[in-house]
């Protein structure tokens, strides 16, 4: 890429949650950059994919998915959605195709329609046996999107638990991944690359380490537990052969500490192991965790953590 004849600029992906946006953008980025789970709004901040190639730079920009409640850990999500929306070049309003619209699907139909950025349709999961994309063509031109480019998009692998931790790339994308770049880089400005050409993200160590972590617990975890999941790297540090991190799992309850420990620690030791593997794959070093769970009572009410946190 060159700054005098590439196109740089900034992309944000939006949706309800549970659209596939993490994974697209894994995909696209053939690295790790957001966790990916089954549960809905595991993406709590806006998280940077940087990809790079002779036809330039994009910066997507993956955002929390939307949903309509008023909790205020919820409020606060809308509002990193929002001011996401501010500055991008672009927006990809992603739709999942086996679920069919509804209240929330409403509130983000309702939002994209009012941009006036750049759009695209990017219709997902179209490979999945319940998928209706007919009926989301009718919910589209209801809004008046029924005339935005889109793409199709199945084949994207949504259990983490099978797919790569990183270099996901190694496997050919799929198809609408292809077509959907190239209507991505026309839209953008010509100009320098925001970041160097080798990154593939902005995340800072800790945030990694702590996402990471977050995900692992989250995928050992079920009903309300995964939402009250929150982590902080109190330290890291760069030893002669690897990096080690201090990283304490906070919860609401103690009930939920205990799930989080399990019998003989057999849940927390998964956790530090399947964190490591995955994080020495990301790292340069091998990473060595301390993990410690800790109750912080009803911290999802806690305004000053939430806006520390939710970014």
């Not at 380490?209 to 999941?229: G, Y």
């Not at 994080?279 to 009803?298: D, T, Y």
Request: proline share 8%; net charge negative; hydrophobic share 35%.
């Amino acid at each position: 890429m060159t700054s005098e004849h590439g196109k740089s600029g900034f992309v944000v992906v939006l949706g309800r949650p549970s659209t596939g946006k993490s994974t697209l953008i894994n995909r696209i980025c053939g690295e790790k950059v957001s966790i990916v789970s089954p549960v809905p709004q595991t993406t709590r901040n806006t998280i940077r994919g940087i990809y790079t190639e002779e036809r330039g730079q994009i910066v997507f920009l993956d955002t929390p998915g939307l949903h309509q409640a008023d909790k205020k850990i919820n409020l606060r999500m809308r509002d990193v959605v929002t001011e996401s929306l501010e500055d991008c070049d672009a927006l990809i309003y992603t739709v999942d195709t086996t679920r069919p619209p509804g209240e929330e699907e409403e509130a983000v139909a309702t939002l994209a329609s009012s941009l006036e950025v750049s759009r695209i349709v990017l219709l997902t999961k179209t490979d999945h046996p319940e998928s209706a994309p007919a009926l989301i063509e009718e919910f589209l031109a209801r809004h008046g999107l029924d005339d935005l480019p889109r793409f199709q998009t199945g084949g994207l692998q949504e259990d983490p638990r099978e797919q790569k931790s990183s270099h996901e790339a190694a496997e050919p994308r799929p198809r609408g991944i292809e077509d959907l770049l190239a209507a991505l880089f026309p839209l953008l400005p010509q100009g320098p690359p925001w970041y160097p050409e080798d990154h593939y993200t902005d995340q800072p160590p800790q945030f990694r380490i702590a996402e990471i972590v977050r995900e692992q617990a989250i995928l050992r975890t079920r009903q309300e537990v995964p939402h009250a999941i929150y982590v902080e790297v109190a330290d890291l540090e760069q030893r002669p052969k690897y990096l080690w991190a201090r990283v304490f799992i906070f919860v609401e309850r103690p009930t939920q500490q205990g799930i989080l420990v399990g019998k003989g620690a057999a849940t927390i030791t998964e956790i530090r192991k399947e964190s490591q593997k995955i994080l020495g794959r990301i790292f340069p070093l091998p990473v060595r965790l301390a993990l410690q769970v800790k109750v912080k009572p009803r911290w999802r009410r806690d305004d000053n953590l939430l806006n520390s946190l939710i970014q």
